[in-house]
């Protein structure tokens, strides 16, 4: 019988300790959750606060997908731990953010790696910041990315950080090139197309900013290619956040403040550009395309109001989690290819490797010219993956080598196909 009782008393011990842990634990969970849920609805209003106003607030966009994981964590953890009256108004909150997650996220419902069938009148449409096409070694690669560029063939093309205007002029020929008499200013934008552009214009007060129409047999396009106002976050910066320098430097708060100083002020320098370039894009008798680096994420008073009306082509073809920007651990959607309701998008891809590569059909094994999300390919040589047969055919199409060094961004590319119906 003491044996009983000894038994009894120290299990209901060791449940009373456990009780109490598992109590504090969610203590400390409650208090991480409130902080997590006030971040997440703080994001979801970031798109509506004009950063004029509203200031370092509006600098949450650019962790927004961290804070959307920290909030899907939170949700997991309260069902684990079975308290509903926790997670059902945490998974009500977070329904909310469904809408602005499909801005940087995208389930992949299905995947496809044939190379797909498009309408024979869609336009390829691709926009890059080039950097002046400066690599990563630091070195001029004009012949590579022009040789990519080739290979993809896009039918209007948006360069911001352009340089080299008279030997790229040359290198794209036959694309059509802004007129000679529109000034071209150093690192300006510019753009190419195969179809004639009739009139382009600049904006001497916004050096970044361009627009050229484009007549495509009996309709006439406009597009914008624009680089908004810079981020200005340095590469010591960079290599500050993406090496965790702040978790043991002294001065950690004095670097953090600083970037975040800069990040506040060109939110509000963007802004006021987003205002009148917004009003010249809506005041434009055309059909337009919009193409750019806007420096600014899916989560920002910048895209909400240069999206309005349009559509964004990652949102209605794109899939997974993209980033544009080599940077800031690949977390960044920086680069947009915008349109018109009166466009159908059909494709959208982020280039970060492209080449060739073999599948099977029926049986048989066919090469399929393959552009964006393959990293496996990125940086080899495509030639193991293709016959004798088909070398011989391919031999002078420098696909083959498909080695590129990209500039700090991707290269965006949309297919976009001109419905008069919806105009």
Known sequence: MAEYYRTTYSSQSQRSGRSVVGLVIDLLMGVVTLAVVVLFVLTLLVPRLDPR?????T????????VYGAQAVMVLYWIIRWR????????????????SMSSFYRMEVRRTYAEPKYDRKAMKVMTYNVRSFIGDDRERNIDSMVSMIKNINPDILCFQEFGFKEAMDTLLKPMYALPKDLKRSNLSPAIYSRYPIVRAERIDSMKNFVWADIAIKDDTMRVFNLHLHTTAIRKADRKYVENHEYMDDESSEEQFQSILTRLTENNRLRASQVDTIKHIISSS???????GDFNDTPVSYTYRK???????TYREQGRGYT???RGFFDMLRI??????KSFNVLSYEVIDSWGLVTQTQRGDTIVVRRYGDKKPLEGEGVREYADE????LLEQDSVIDNEVNYSDHYPVMARLLYNKTTN
């Open 53 to 57: 106003n509203w200031g370092e607030v």
């Open 59 to 66: 600098t949450l966009g650019i962790v927004a997908p961290f």
């Open 84 to 99: 509903m009256w926790v997670a059902v108004p945490l998974i009500l909150v977070s329904l909310f953010g469904l809408f």
């Open 285 to 291: 008798p055309y059909p337009v395309i919009v193409c």
């Open 306 to 312: 240069m999206s309005r009306r349009l559509r964004d």
């Open 323 to 325: 980033h544009t920007y």
């Open 335 to 340: 680069d947009y290819i915008l349109c018109s």
């Open 389 to 392: 047969q088909t070398l011989a």
